[in-house]
């Protein structure tokens, strides 16, 4: 049963086919090289993987402008290819899923073609139309200061077209039941590939009910429940995990208040205000921000993630936790973009390894699904010089050939990062395999002691006393069995004392190394915490197999 909501406990990997491997020499990713790539994720302890749109596009939003739903790009490869990529991936246990675009397509498409040179055209109404120029045109651009408009004027139509994205971006008109049977459609084309579900972009839009007079628009849920039950229907173990970047309380209607809704949403809440915590080393934020988002509805689970292939966006903090987190993640203006967010990885910008270990380790064990994004397992760098998001996307560095072993061609399709210290020179896969201190030896460490931690995805959680505003203390509850999780945001040394809710909660044996704590006359235990130091227990065994007696109740 455990195996059911498989999602609950999985480890999320999200690449894009463009950027990870070159197997035929045009510079350019490709599925053939993913699948070259499958046994060194399998290894890695990977076991879902989230490919960015591979589909054809004109690639002006690095694939997020879809021109055909349903064809590979051939940069990528042939059909035939994503198929043998997905028997690769099955064959090694691993679960694909896909983005799914459907908020928009590209203004390429034929169907946005044939919309905008016939008003008699079926497909005129699958987009979002107004003859006059809306009076709120020039509001709710998603990329300020890189879009100048929702709104812009087609001389073919001789109207104007809504877009919530750039003005390539064209939306698509959801409250169409053609629209929707064709969304439909082409879920169950990818689904009918053994695909394991979608990561679906820009939700809260997608739903958007369109009405040219006003400023911000009702949504719709039905059509989001429309999607789980057609997902539900094709593959009943299927997952809909969804960007939905809301305050705390929004979320409800998008998990469904019984779960008709989506699995999993990104936690963006607490990505944001785990920055704010590790900015000025203080637990509270983070903790404020689980207690805000929790109880989720029953098969529903939060993705924990750290960072994407887009900016790390601070446009939930306010503007005093944002300039926080800027001045000590983003103190070059380079680094900020469209006003709310940081567009770099990871590595550069937490700087040392004592950070990069805290950070990860809180993504795996706070409540949820870790997701990593590729290259970050071994710390790659940024390249501030390409525009926007991009300076995120730069090829993953395999070995310390040229263009890091991404590919031959003599002009990657973005060039590798090269020099210093994240350098594909002396960053990459190849040397850190060699290397048993490495961080990619560590996260596969710290992967495999995730999987060992069932009660993370599936028990309940609390937040412990620990004696110290720079700790937090986390038990996790499930079966009979807890853990209890310290993290020390400070750059100091810090004494927590911490009284787990448990039977046996006298002993708490370390995870990770061979160590011991026994609680003091009070029931108390004293833990020592390195400067940004964390500590994974067990409560009285060391195996959870030990305590695992009561059986588990059906979501
Ligand atoms: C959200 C995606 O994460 C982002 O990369 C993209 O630009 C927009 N949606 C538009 O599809």
């Known amino acids: 049963m455990i ?6 406990n999985a480890i ?93 397509t590209s203004d390429q498409h034929t169907w946005f073609r044939q919309a905008r040179s016939d008003p008699e ?86 739903l958007e009910v369109p009405d040219v007079t006003r400023k911000t628009w009702n949504r719709e849920f039905d059509f989001l429940y429309e999607l789980r039950r057609l997902l539900q229907l094709r593959n009943g173990n299927g997952l809909l995990l969804g960007e939905v970047n809301v305050p705390p309380g929004e979320e409800k209607q998008y998990f469904g208040a019984r779960g008709e809704g989506m699995q999993m ?31 989720v509805p029953n098969g529903c ?36 973009l469209y006003n709310r967010g940081v567009r770099r990885r990871l590595a550069p910008m937490l700087g040392d390894r004592q950070h990069y270990e805290l950070a990860h380790s809180l993504m795996f064990s706070l409540p949820g699904t870790p997701t990593f994004r590729y290259g970050d397992e071994i710390g790659m760098g940024d390249d501030l010089s390409l525009p926007e998001r991009e300076a995120v996307r730069t090829p993953m560095q395999w070995s310390s050939e040229r263009h890091g072993g991404f590919t031959l061609a003599d002009r990657p399709v973005n060039p590798v990062v090269s020099g210093g210290v994240y350098g594909y020179e002396r960053l990459n896969v190849e040397s850190q395999q060699r290397d048993p201190g490495s961080l990619l030896n560590w996260n596969a460490s710290m992967i495999r002691l995730r999987k060992e931690c069932p009660e ?20 996790y509850d499930w079966r009979g069995n807890s853990l209890v999780i310290l993290h020390n945001f400070s750059e100091r040394a810090v004494s927590a004392r911490v009284r787990p809710r448990a039977a046996d909660s006298d002993r708490l044996v370390e995870l990770r190394i ?19 130091g964390y500590r994974w227990f067990r409560v009285g065994n060391l195996n959870y197999a030990l305590n695992a007696s009561r059986p588990q109740k059906i979501e």
């Open 3 to 8: 195996a059911d909501l498989w999602y609950r």
């Open 12 to 104: 999320i990997y999200s690449l894009d086919v463009e950027t990870f491997l070159d197997a035929n020499g045009d510079g350019v990713g490709d599925f053939e090289g993913l699948i070259r790539r499958l046994d060194y994720l399998d290894a890695l302890g990977v076991n879902t993987l989230w490919l960015a749109p591979f589909q054809k596009s004109p690639d002006r939003d690095d694939g997020y402008d879809i021109s055909d739903f349903y064809a590979v790009d051939p940069r990528y490869g042939s059909s035939g290819d994503f198929v043998e990529f997905m028997r690769e991936a099955d064959k090694r246990g691993m679960r694909v899923i896909l983005d799914l675009v459907i908020n928009h």
């Open 121 to 206: 055209s079926r497909y005129r109404d699958w987009y979002v139309w107004s003859k006059k120029k809306p009076k709120y045109w020039d509001q709710g651009m998603v990329f300020p200061g890189h879009q100048e408009s929702t709104w812009s004027y087609d001389q073919k139509a001789r109207a104007y077209y809504y877009h919530r994205f750039y003005d390539f971006q064209p939306d698509l008109n959801t409250q169409n039941p053609e629209v929707r049977e064709e969304i439909r459609r082409m879920m169950g084309y990818w689904l009918s590939h053994g695909v394991a579900g979608f990561r679906v972009d820009a939700v809260p839009f997608i």
């Open 265 to 295: 949403l990104f936690n963006f809440w607490v990505n944001q205000h785990l920055f704010l915590s590790l900015a000025t080393e203080r637990a509270a934020p983070l903790a404020d921000a689980l207690r805000a988002t929790r109880g």
């Open 301 to 336: 689970q939060w993705g924990i993630f750290l960072r994407t292939h887009d900016e790390l966006d601070l446009g939930r903090l306010d503007a005093k936790g944002r300039a926080i987190v800027a001045q000590r993640f983003a103190p070059d203006d380079g680094m900020w």
């Open 456 to 475: 993370i995805g599936w028990g309940e959680w609390r937040i412990l006393g620990s004696g110290s505003p720079h700790v937090l203390a986390m038990q």
């Open 514 to 532: 061979e160590e011991e704590s026994r609680a003091g006359k009070s029931g108390t235990h004293e833990i020592v915490l390195d400067p940004y």
